[in-house]
């Protein structure tokens, strides 16, 4: 008797999971892929994450694949803004547009 494997995703969610991987490899590796591929894999999670309903098992892939998280929150910022990233993080980076918006504007 064989054994069954046993995914910690439900079914609806394997494909998101397998874009996710392909684009933390790509993100982790730049050089590796083309833009355009790397755009076309971000094009492809972002309808798989349009698509997906934000569950426990959303966040356990997101929690895993952090620059899917990232597409996430851009995606969903209305509801999620920069809830997924560490509060001191997602203030520097607050900070450091405001900053960069004045200079910009020669304030």
Do not use: F, K, W
Not at 18 to 42: F, I, K, N, T, W
């Amino acid at each position: 008797m064989e054994a069954q494997t046993r995914h910690p995703l439900p079914a609806r969610l394997h494909s998101l999971a397998a874009m996710a991987g392909l684009l933390e490899r790509l993100d982790g590796q730049p050089r590796h892929a083309s833009p355009e591929q790397y755009r076309s894999v971000a094009r492809h999670v972002s309808q798989l994450l349009a698509q997906a309903e934000p569950d426990a098992h959303l966040q356990a892939l997101l929690t895993a694949a952090p620059a899917t998280a990232e597409l996430y929150e851009n995606l969903r910022y209305e509801l999620a803004g920069l809830c997924r990233a560490p509060l001191e993080q997602a203030l520097n980076a607050e900070l450091a547009a405001a900053a960069a918006i004045a200079r910009a504007r020669g304030c």
